[in-house]
Each structure stands twice: as C-alpha cells, then as structure tokens.
C-alpha cells in the first residue's frame, strides 16, 4: 500500500523555534530518510518552496487566469512530502509519527492513501 505523508508548514510556528530546534528538525529528515530507504519503504520525497514562489492557475470561460498562491489566507501551506509503499495504514502512521515536524506544537503529518500513482493502483 502506498501513502503519502504530506507536511504541513506554518511559517509563524517554524520562525517561533530556537534555531537549535530547526537545525535539529532538519537533521532529523536526513536520519528519517536514511531509516526508510534501508527498510525499503521510500519511494519519493519533495520538498516544496515558500508559497510566496507558487502560482494557482484556473481557466475561466477558456481565459487561463494565474494568481499568486496558493490560498493566502491560509496559515499553513504544503512544505513537502514523503511516497512510502508499507504493509499497513498502521505502519504509515508509524512512520509519519518519526517524522520531526510531528512533534512541533503546530505542525502535522496528514496521511493519505495513495489510490493512483504513475499508471499504478496504490
């Protein structure tokens, strides 16, 4: 089963740690990363810019339309994510539980079923 381990950032929570704490969070992707390729669960990982860099674009009456976005009014924003292929949903929750973001008041890891990824059922 694969799923996606989806990281939710909120500028004012990370800007809110002592440096100490972000360097540690950020090392700690690089032990998880190791941890989950020699188990043999990664597939992918992305991490993803600022949402000052990104754009929406709609098409409006056949008018493509781009916005700075995405969502502005939103605290939170998409920061990355990790493609795993485990045994269980339960082992997914495992592991987005090892990500360091998951233990920062503020932060989350959203697990999601992947159901189609490349030409292939989840």
Known sequence: ???????????????????????????????????????????????????????????????KVVTDGPYLEAKEFLGGYYLVEVDSRERAHELAAMIPDAGVQGLGIQVSEVVYHGGTEG
């Open 1 to 63: 089963m694969k799923y996606l381990l989806i990281m939710h950032n909120n500028p004012a929570v990370w800007e809110g740690l002592p440096a100490a704490k972000r360097t540690e969070i950020q090392e700690g992707h690089g032990a998880f990363m190791d941890a989950i390729r020699a188990s043999g669960e990664m597939i992918s990982t992305t991490a993803l810019g600022e949402p000052s860099s990104a754009s929406v674009v709609r098409v409006r009456d056949g008018v």
